[in-house]
């Protein structure tokens, strides 16, 4: 079975056996399109200001919108508006720009508005949003992304802090955000820096309603309210959440591209409504060696590869792959260079892990090469700094070097850091996100890598909310990590080594280096080019020195699709984009 339009009349036999539908549902003949999917972890919440996570990520950027967005299509990755009529515009004092919103855009229907039906998004729904992104009551996890940007911000994020609940944002304003009128306001920031865009863009800075969110409570994140792509029709945490088409929505699919992308049928749809799908299915399939089989059955539209199926599947033709046999006519490959690194955290507060050489030692022991080679087919490069290759400032651009594979060397920090051989070292733990197969075979790989030096260490696997639980509270030893680009500028990695950023923020591990801080102070606003290239530089030849992380792969995201998949091209910044997939007869 293929991922094909599905009629009201039945519903797919997925599980062997159909289920009729009542008279009253199967008078129409218009067909109902649903797009069949997975999640692979449990969100932490889908209250936009909540969640940090991609698991959260995946539901909450199709039920809202936040004023910008990432183009579709473009490359390299260029923001455009979407609440927005167009790109705010500079005023004259070089640091306001004035904000204009589209008219006509409908929250979903709820019954927190009056006759349940939603009502139209204004400025004072945006300035609510972003109170609400800052109250340091609501957001523990995300106000990084902003802070230092807008005028007055900081400011209410800290008076927040000291009322607590006693807080009142009637009674609090942001000095920089100004209201013009309904549908136009002003943002004041600190100065005039290429960061500033982003953090709109961010899904965790979503226009949310008021209405909503007093009327729900804490349950707010299970009853969302948005003005996105599609609306809940079913939330399961452990099951299946649906997804169905908003429509009230505003979008429409991009007209314009790549030079390549017209040749690839991705303007045919050019300026059409969206989304074209009538409903999302995502069932939590965690292990992806059922994510296959079901993909196999037509059952889920496109799928990641695992290790084993990738050596049956696919074949590797230099830096592009390709389908064997019989596979290419029945899916479609992609792949892309990803903006993500994987790395192992490092819990900097252990007594033992706090010193430099033992670190070190672990560095030196790993093979990574030699980790992307047996562990991923090949698909991605040994990374030489914390930037990923196709964010501008990555090791192409600064020269940096990470280490390499160098037992002997490994073996003298080791012994340097008073554990010759490894005697005396306890059982380290490394805490992993989920229980899949693959996850496993990674971890045997870098047990059997630092046993060759006496290292001893031990997995505790975990469903991925106990896993940020733990991470989140900085409690670990080590930590199977990683980090997915917010934005796609070099600050956002560099951010999660910041000495403030420490737990509940990114930088669970506490590292803490005043020269590290100053540098990344000094480089965040600058803008792309030699000048900042020698400042991140600096900053990587730190971070080798001083290890907080242990680099382990630069990703080439690589999967299969369904033949029938229509619209579908990888968008590491929009890496949900179910409004603009569309399913061919």
């Known amino acids: ?151 007055g911000l900081d400011d209410f994020r800290a008076q927040s802090s000291k009322d ?45 309603p008021r209405e909503a969110v007093e009327k729900y409570g804490d349950d707010f994140d299970k009853n969302p309210v948005g ?29 314009e591209g790549m030079p390549e992308d017209k040749a690839a049928g991705l303007l045919e749809a050019a300026g059409k409504q969206l989304p074209f799908v009538d409903e999302v299915h995502l069932p939590l399939i965690e292990e992806l060696q059922p994510q296959m089989l079901k993909f196999k059955k037509g059952q889920v539209a496109y799928v990641a590869i695992n290790r084993d199926d990738f050596e049956q599947m696919v074949e590797k033709k230099g830096n592009s792959f390709a389908l064997k046999g019989d596979y290419a006519k029945e899916f479609d490959i992609y792949s892309a260079n990803g903006l993500q690194n994987d790395f192992i955290r490092f819990g900097l507060r252990d007594p033992i892990l706090g010193k430099k050489a033992v670190r070190q ?54 012994a340097e850091a008073g554990y010759p051989e490894g005697k005396g070292l306890p059982t380290f733990v490394m805490e992993y996100r989920s229980t899949n197969k693959d996850q496993r075979q990674r971890f045997e790989y870098i047990r059997n890598e630092w046993a060759k030096i006496g290292v001893k260490v031990e997995a505790n696997y975990q469903t991925f909310s106990n ?40 930088n669970t591990g506490h590292f803490a280096n005043a020269r590290y801080d100053e540098l990344y102070l000094q480089s965040r606003h600058m803008k792309n080019g030699p000048e900042r290239w020698k400042l991140f530089a600096e900053m990587d030849a730190i971070l080798k020195e001083e290890v907080p992380f242990l680099l382990l792969k630069n990703t080439t995201v690589v999967g299969l699709k369904q033949k029938n998949v229509r619209n579908f091209k990888r968008n590491l910044m929009v890496p949900y984009p179910y409004k603009y997939f569309d399913l061919a007869p």
């Open 1 to 151: 079975m293929r991922i094909t339009t599905i009629l009201i009349i039945s519903l797919t036999c997925l599980l062997g056996g159909c289920i009729k539908k009542k008279t009253s549902e199967t008078s129409s003949s218009t067909p109902v399109k649903i797009f069949y999917h997975l999640r692979e972890g449990e969100e932490k919440s889908i209250d936009p200001m909540k969640q940090f996570d991609e698991s959260s990520h995946q539901i909450v950027s199709n039920l809202y919108d936040s004023l910008l967005r990432y183009h579709y299509l473009k490359r390299p990755y260029e923001l455009e508006p979407n609440l927005l009529t167009k790109m705010p515009e500079k005023q004259p004092d070089g640091r306001s720009y004035l904000f204009t919103l589209k008219k006509g855009v409908l929250f979903h229907d709820n019954a927190c508005f009056p006759g349940g039906k939603g009502r139209e998004m204004k400025a004072d729904d945006v300035i609510y949003s972003l109170k609400r992104f800052a109250d340091a009551n609501t957001n523990r996890l995300t106000y990084i992304l902003i802070q230092g940007l807008i005028e």
């Open 164 to 208: 607590g609940k006693n807080f009142s944002f009637d009674k609090n304003e942001i000095k920089g955000v100004k209201k013009k009128d309904d549908y136009s306001f002003t943002i004041t920031f600190v100065q005039d820096s290429p960061l500033n865009f982003h953090p709109l863009a961010f899904n965790g800075l979503a226009i949310v």
């Open 467 to 506: 896993y940020l639980k733990k991470t989140d509270e900085g409690n670990y030893q080590l930590a199977d990590s990683g980090w997915n680009a917010d934005y796609p500028d070099a600050e956002n990695f560099y951010s999660l080594l910041y000495g403030k950023n420490v737990a509940p923020g990114p």
């Open 361 to 414: 030692a672990l560095a030196l022991a790993l093979n990574t090469q030699g980790y992307i080679d047996l562990m991923f087919n090949g698909r991605g490069q040994a990374p030489e700094s914390l930037i990923p290759l196709d964010i501008p400032g990555s090791a192409l651009d600064t020269g940096s070097t990470w280490y390499k594979a160098d037992l002997e060397a490994a073996k003298k920090k080791l």
């Open 227 to 255: 003005t996105g792509p599609f609306v809940m029709k079913t939330y399961s945490r452990r099951g299946t959440t649906i997804l169905a088409r908003n429509p009230h929505y505003h979008g429409t699919y991009p007209t």
